[in-house]
């Protein structure tokens, strides 16, 4: 790879050609600002930029999923007006996106053919035209049997073409992530796409998918495919990337040669100063424990197994990572522990009192509080106000509820303590009665970790607590579990970023297939051996840190 | 003819022949809100929708003297009903469940008006062409087969056609499939290039039309006339049907003739007119809807599409 150089060459053609692009959501948000965007044929191109910095919303304007208020779109030297993807799909553009487009319950080759379905019929015909155009057959073609065995078989050629491996009858709701990625990125090969936007690619995978996702990607770029590569992580554009582009706040701050940049200048491009990468974290010695799980066994909404007799414990000023693929079993274990799912099997302790089983608010009044993974369903009520937000779960407490019995919520101390929160953790809001839907994520979740904090906990939960955050948000959110952990608190800390995990624990536990396979101090391992670990491959000689 | 035929044979008969006629305007009308469904629009206008056709295929059949002409109008009627359902929710995003009852409230003062209109009528039209029954000779004596299958109206065998058209078209087809992606995740539809809102329209008009099909069937082949609101909530039993039926057309079809049968059997209790069985017609009656509320707490597992009721909006964030 190291050997792919930059074409100084200014005469060589653009794939794409983006021009004065401006875009303005109905609610106001200005997340494209005339931005211009050379992307050279055959080049891999790095899109970067924090949340929200508008790079989603630019390549679907490119896509022609979202429609742009001002600017210009040439794409292969054509000048178009996109109405639907369909203009864009025809023209060769092939998007993966973020959220995956596919339907779980219909199976990988239905999702591929979706929108191009070959028709029975006609197949004989449509080769003589060499296209897959459903066009030529008009309305009617509708209604024609889809030759799925086709399409299967041309999945597999492409498939395999490409190094993947994928079963085209299955149902998508069965496959893993990674997979679901691949049937992703082939449907944009059967689509004949040779320009390929990827959105945030490897946010979901492991540090091995990732490198096989890259392995791919080259085999794209030899084959003379133009790719774009939209991500927030530094390390990914320097491995793959041409020429890299950085946006912020719905601007273009710069395009740079991949060979004449750092990471330390992109991140101060994405995010206008410069970041500290590492945490400070004095060294601390871990006092008693605050929790210990014994031999955990729990169930998933589907009734499977999915945390499989887990053993751990978490001591007073430590904070202990659990590294992991998602899906692995840790949403179960964190439900586990804050009551929100019964345990089958085992034993939770909290400062040795056992809370096996107990409710959520039993295991709440034994201090500890609760991260969630998902701000939106679990950590906020998104139509309640702020106010109501940063006070939910103590409001029948003392002072927030008064009169007989407790009867009646104590408006005016709610929105006393509201108010300090909002100021402690410098939340940007501009009224603590205005609904927690018009927050950014970052401030959304800072109201649960404002909320959470404020209970004065003895352990603290933490699931994914950077989840789409900027690199603000984020390094808050550090600062503040480090603190809390200099503080004395036992701080539980599930994250699926693998960076995060090894910059903030005292040790690290890796989950795989509802266990835990290993715990390993973080100055013991390597980030290619937990990575390894978190794949589920057995490691030899690691020392276990239980 | 009948001289010597075991009267419980006969009742058997009586009741397989009642039961298909009496699914036939369920299964058509549960197929038609499957299309609707399938694709993401609820249509509790349904009723409506059958009204319509029923009325306009009395009426069709009243000037030209052709029921099948009748049976066309009728059809069409249920789909230009459907059209301003599928405008009201697919174009303009309208709230599906209002849109539906506007549409099950006009047709029953349009076709009620009507009534007046056509025939000066207050409760039931004068009688009008029927579809002719089939008749099947060779069939016609053998004890059970004969009083069953015997003569039928081809609508019930045209019924089953259906079933295996709308099987062949959801399943097979490449509208078929795009219905279903549009009811499951209406963005993916349109991130693979295809106007969420042509197939949802399409598969709304087609929904109108199948019910309109049922309401026909009921007008110009089962009784001859049209009669004052004459569906009588048979197209929320259709929609029971098609939750029932998991939102498949071979569910729909099986839900269907299980709801007809019930009706059929309270037929034939009226038929036999034993005096302590009548006692319990009402019970009987009352049964499909019972097990209506059944359906719908759930005693068997339904999964709806994943994005029915929604509607869809190009900009909305995914
Ligand atoms: N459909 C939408 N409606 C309103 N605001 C939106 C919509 N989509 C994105 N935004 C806003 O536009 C900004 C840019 O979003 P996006 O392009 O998704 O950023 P990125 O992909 O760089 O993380 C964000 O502030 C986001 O909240
Ligand atoms: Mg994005």
């Known amino acids: 790879m190291a050997e792919s150089s930059v074409s100084l060459d200014t005469t060589s053609r653009n794939a794409v050609e983006l021009i004065g692009i401006c875009k303005t959501f109905p609610g106001g948000v200005h997340a494209n ?31 022609g999923l979202l429609t742009k208020d001002a600017g210009r779109i040439i794409i292969k030297g054509e000048e178009v007006e996109l109405q639907s993807p369909q203009d864009a799909i025809v023209r060769g553009v092939g998007m993966v996106h973020q959220h995956f487009k596919l339907i779980p319950p219909l199976t990988v080759a239905e999702n591929v053919v979706l929108g191009l379905e070959p028709i029975l019929v006609s197949t004989k015909m449509e080769s003589h035209l060499g296209g897959w155009s459903v066009k030529s057959v008009g309305v009617l073609s509708q209604i024609l049997p889809v030759d799925l065995s086709a399409a299967e078989k041309r999945i597999v050629a492409i498939a395999e073409e490409n190094g993947m491996n994928i079963d085209p009858k299955s149902k998508v709701m069965d496959l893993s992530v990674g997979q679901q990625q691949r049937v992703e990125v082939i449907k944009t090969l059967y689509r004949a796409a040779d320009i390929l936007i990827l959105d945030e690619p490897t946010s979901v995978l492991t540090p091995q998918e990732v490198d096989e996702l890259f392995v791919t990607l080259s085999k794209f770029k030899e084959q003379g495919k133009t790719i774009v590569l939209i991500t927030h992580k530094l390390r990914e554009p320097m491995i793959l990337c041409d020429r890299i582009s950085v946006l912020r706040d719905g601007e273009l701050v710069g395009t740079v040669n991949r060979e004449d940049t750092s990471p330390e200048q992109l991140a101060r491009m994405m995010v206008g100063r410069s970041v500290s990468f ?63 799912r019964k345990p089958k099997n085992g034993q939770v302790l909290v400062n040795g009192k056992d809370l096996t089983g107990k409710s959520p608010r039993k295991v709440r009044n034994a201090g500890v509080s609760h991260i969630p993974e998902d701000r939106h369903k679990k950590g906020l009520v998104l139509p309640f106000t702020i106010q109501e937000n940063l006070v939910l779960g103590r409001h029948a407490d003392v002072p927030f509820a008064t009169g007989p019995r407790r009867m009646l919520l104590n408006l005016q101390e709610s929105r006393r303590v509201s108010k300090d929160l909002v100021q402690t953790y410098s939340i940007k809001v501009s009224d603590v009665s205005s609904s927690a839907q018009t927050l950014s994520g970052g401030n959304q979740q800072k109201v649960v970790v404002a909320r959470e904090l404020a209970a004065q906990p003895k352990l603290l939960i933490a699931a994914q607590p950077t989840r789409g955050l900027d690199v603000g948000a984020t390094e808050f959110i550090h600062q503040v579990l480090v603190g809390m952990r200099n503080a004395g608190l036992g701080v539980l800390l599930v994250s699926a970023e693998l960076d995060e995990i090894v910059n903030l624990s005292d040790r690290i536990a890796v989950m795989f297939g509802g266990k835990i396979v290993a715990i390993r101090k973080p100055s013991d391992t390597t980030v290619e051996e937990l990575g390894l670990l978190m794949a589920g491959h057995e490691v030899a000689g690691g020392s276990d840190e239980r | 003819m009948m001289q010597a035929i075991d009267p419980n044979l006969l009742l058997l008969g009586w009741l397989i022949r009642s039961t298909l006629e009496m699914s036939t305007p369920l299964v058509l009308a549960a197929l038609g809100g499957m299309f609707s469904e399938k694709s993401g629009i609820v249509n509790i206008g349904l009723e409506g929708m059958m009204l319509m056709g029923a009325f306009t295929a009395a009426a069709v059949s009243w000037y030209t003297g052709n029921p099948w002409l009748g049976l066309l109008g009728g059809i069409a009627s249920g789909g230009l009903l459907a059209v301003v359902h599928a405008v009201a929710c697919v174009t303009f995003k309208g709230n599906q469940i209002v849109s539906g009852t506007g549409v099950i409230l006009f047709a029953s003062g349009f076709t009620t008006v009507m009534l007046k209109v056509v025939w000066n009528a207050q409760g039931a039209s004068d009688p009008v062409t029927k579809i002719p029954d089939v008749y099947i000779n060779p069939i016609k004596d053998v004890p059970i087969l004969g009083t069953a299958f015997g ?168």
């Open chain 1, 33 to 63: 600002k005339n931005i211009t965007l050379r992307i050279r044929e055959g080049e891999v191109h790095g899109l970067l930029g924090e949340n929200g910095a508008g790079k989603t919303t630019l390549m679907n304007i490119l896509y």
């Open chain 2, 151 to 318: 003569q039928m109206s081809p609508i019930v065998y045209l019924m089953f056609v259906m079933v295996a058209l709308s099987y062949y078209v959801l399943y097979r087809t490449p509208f078929g499939l795009r219905v279903r992606a549009s009811g499951e995740d209406p963005s993916t539809l349109d991130t693979a290039g295809v106007n969420v809102d042509h197939v949802r329209f399409v598969a709304v008009v087609i929904s109108g039309c199948l019910a309109g099909f049922g309401g026909s069937y009921l007008s110009i082949s089962f009784l001859g006339f049209f009669g004052k609101l004459m569906t009588g909530g048979q197209g929320f039993i259709a929609l029971a049907a098609l939750i029932f039926g998991n939102w498949t057309p071979i569910g729909c079809l099986l839900a269907g003739v299980f709801f007809g049968f019930l009706n059929g059997f309270q037929n034939t209790i009226q038929i036999l007119n034993v005096p302590e069985l009548q006692l319990y017609l009402n019970f009987v009656k009352m049964l499909p809807y019972v097990l209506v509320v059944v359906a719908l707490a759930g005693i068997r597992k339904s999964i709806p599409p994943k994005a029915v009721g929604t509607a869809y909006e190009k900009e909305a964030k995914a």
């Open chain 1, 278 to 340: 590492t945490v400070e974290k004095p060294p601390k010695e871990p006092g008693s424990k605050v929790l210990s799980v014994t031999d955990l066994v729990v169930y998933n909404a589907q009734g499977l197994v999915a945390v499989k007799g887990v053993s751990f414990d978490v001591h007073e000023g430590e904070i202990l990572g659990i590294a992991g693929v998602e899906g692995n079993g840790q949403t179960e274990l964190v439900e586990g522990i804050v009551g929100l």
